[in-house]
C-alpha cells in the first residue's frame, strides 16, 4: 500500500477494520520499515496490538479503547514521520515474512 499522512491514519484504519473478519488485520510500518505497530482481530470485539521497535509489546484490547491506544502508540513509534505506510495482512503468518528495506 502507498504512503499515507500520519494525520488521516485514524480514518484509514477505522475504514479498514470496518471492511475486515478475524483474524485479519493490518500493520503500519515508518518509512524505513524497521518500526511498526500490527493490529489483528481476534473477534468483532476484541484487537491483538504488537509494537515492535522502540519498545517490543503484546496486548489484547477491547476495539473501543484502540483509537486512544493507537495515537499514544504512533506518537512513541513514529515521532518525526510524516508518512506511514499500512499494509493489509490476512493473518498472524503475515507478520513476520520480511518488507523491502529502503
Not at 489483528?40 to 484490547?61: A, D, N, P, S, T
Not at 493507537?70 to 513514529?78: A, G, H, V
Amino acid at each position: 500500500m502507498a504512503l499515507i499522512n500520519i494525520e488521516t491514519i485514524g480514518k484509514k484504519v477505522a475504514a479498514l477494520l470496518g471492511k475486515m473478519e478475524p483474524p485479519q488485520g493490518f500493520e503500519i510500518l515508518s518509512y524505513k520499515r524497521n518500526r511498526g505497530i500490527a493490529v489483528l482481530l481476534r473477534c468483532k470485539e476484541v484487537v491483538w496490538v504488537r509494537e515492535h521497535g522502540y519498545l517490543e509489546e503484546e496486548q489484547e484490547i477491547g476495539l473501543d479503547e484502540l483509537p486512544k491506544l493507537l495515537k499514544t502508540l504512533i506518537k512513541r513509534e513514529f515521532p518525526r514521520s510524516r508518512k506511514l505506510r499500512v499494509y493489509q495482512i490476512a493473518g498472524p503468518e503475515e507478520l513476520n515474512q520480511p518488507r523491502k528495506k529502503l
